[in-house]
Nanobody
Framework: QVQLAESGGGLVQAGGSLRLSCAAS????????LGWFRQPPGQDRETVAA????????YYSDSLKGRFTISRDNAKNTVYLKMNSLKPEDTAVYYC?????????????????WGQGTQVTVSS
């Protein structure tokens, strides 16, 4: 059974940065695509970024390009999301997920395992 544990969330002022981490256990996920998603208060879950199995291909939501960076360290079974120039509208619970395929996809329902989420709050 794959387990994912997000960390690195918290309270930050607008303009600040955070780096989220997601560590996987129970299986080596070096062959799988990974994604970061978020759910703002009262809104649906949305895709933030995704990365294919070897890091050679990435996807970003158009509204986040240039501010967020997804990366992975397969040796550590960990995926990261570096978030810069944070805005109050980035406030959300952030989730990581694993898709048991090489190639990344954008839609959340294509992902097989999910973490519990980590809260990111950006104050104005």
């Amino acid at each position: 059974q794959v387990q994912l544990a997000e960390s690195g969330g918290g309270l930050v002022q607008a303009g600040g940065s955070l780096r989220l981490s997601c560590a996987a256990s129970g299986r080596t996920f070096s062959n799988y695509a990974l994604g970061w998603f978020r759910q703002p208060p009262g809104q649906d879950r949305e895709t933030v970024a995704a990365i294919n199995w070897n890091g050679g291909s990435t996807y970003y939501s158009d509204s986040l390009k240039g501010r967020f960076t997804i990366s992975r360290d397969n040796a550590k079974n960990t995926v990261y999301l570096k978030m810069n120039s944070l805005k109050p509208e980035d406030t959300a619970v952030y989730y990581c997920a694993v898709r048991e395929q090489h190639l990344l996809v954008v839609i959340p329902r294509a992902y097989d395992y999910w973490g519990q989420g980590t809260q990111v709050t950006v104050s104005s």
